[in-house]
């Protein structure tokens, strides 16, 4: 028999203690999962029914939300059913669509992160500039590359993975990675090592847009008391989601490309869940809670209520 990927099914890694403690994980999870969905959703419809909330930014915070319960959905059902049927299988096809979903979202995550410190950038030091910049049409591009990068990238990376022939088919995750899938091969990898290291390097580039961005953020904000107010209202929370995202990014490539089989068991769950977990529900906490627009519109059922 052939043991290309697409004949292949693979077991997962099993979460410590689960056939004792399943029923506790799977309540936890659910909790998250509908946690996450409630957060961002709400924020999202919250942004689409206000016009008021129509600008560059707060559309491209909406992209952040539709593109967290995107992420959240390719990782949490899946686990959720696991958990239930204490069973840590996937056919190879599910495990593509897996992968293929949570990395996905999580480039997306990266490139709206770039484009909002480029947005706060143009805002604070060219104002006089930012609405002929930031138009209708760039908004339109851009979102177009919030998706369309991620997805060819990806799509790209598993077709390249799709041709090796493998000789395992145990992945030591809770889901599915590209790289996970490229170590059980057991021929040569050196085209999905190439591949690996020209996106970390497009990462690299993206990363090093932002950093620029905001050194010249905090240069103009030195000169004028209205520009250090703008920083601290918007560009606190996007800084925040950036360091939480970079941080939650280099543990897991630390954990998938250069192996952590002498970590605990735990520590290696937490780094692979990290970043599936905490941007999507922390992205629309810390925006509601310190954008002032977008926590005034967010509150306004609440206060109609409590005047009914």
């Not at 399943?22 to 709400?42: A, D, E, G, K, P």
């Not at 319960?69 to 599910?94: C, E």
């Not at 250069?258 to 290696?268: A, I, K, M, Q």
Request: hydrophobic share 45%; net charge positive; aromatic share 16%.
């Amino acid at each position: 028999m052939d043991n290309r990927t697409y004949f292949a099914t693979y077991t997962l890694m099993e979460p410590k203690g689960s056939k004792s403690y399943r029923h506790i994980y799977f309540t936890c999870f659910l909790f998250l999962y509908v946690l996450i969905l409630f957060l961002n959703l709400w924020l999202g419809v919250v942004i689409v029914l206000e016009r008021a909330l129509h600008e560059p930014m707060y559309i491209f915070l909406c992209n952040l939300c539709v593109n967290g319960v995107y992420g959240a959905t390719g990782f949490y059902p899946k686990f959720l059913r696991d958990l239930i049927l204490d069973s840590y299988v996937i056919p190879s096809n599910m495990c593509f669509f897996q992968a293929f979903f949570i990395y996905s979202s999580l480039k997306c995550d990266y490139c709206t992160l770039a484009v909002m410190a480029y947005d706060r950038h143009v805002a604070i030091c060219q104002p006089l500039d930012y609405h002929s910049q930031m138009n209708k049409f760039s908004c339109i591009v851009l979102l177009g590359f919030f998706w369309i990068v991620p997805f060819i990238t990806m799509f790209s990376g598993l077709l390249l993975t799709s041709r090796l022939t493998l000789c395992k088919y145990h992945i030591d995750k809770l889901y599915c990675d590209n790289w996970s899938i490229v170590k059980l091969s057991c021929e040569s990898t050196v085209t999905n090592n190439i591949y690996g290291f020209v996106f970390i390097s497009f990462c690299f580039c993206i990363f090093v847009v932002i950093i620029v961005s905001y050194i010249k953020l905090v240069i103009a904000c030195k000169a004028s008391l209205e520009c250090r107010r703008k920083f601290w209202q918007t560009c606190v929370p996007h800084m925040s989601s950036l360091i939480n995202f970079t941080i939650a990014l280099l543990f897991d490539t630390m954990y998938s490309r250069y192996g952590l089989s002498d970590f605990s068991e735990d520590l290696r769950n937490f780094l692979a869940l990290e970043m599936i977990i905490v941007p999507p529900l922390f992205n629309p906490v810390i925006y509601g809670l310190k954008l002032k627009e977008v926590r005034k519109r967010i509150l306004k059922p609440c206060n109609m209520m409590k005047k009914a």
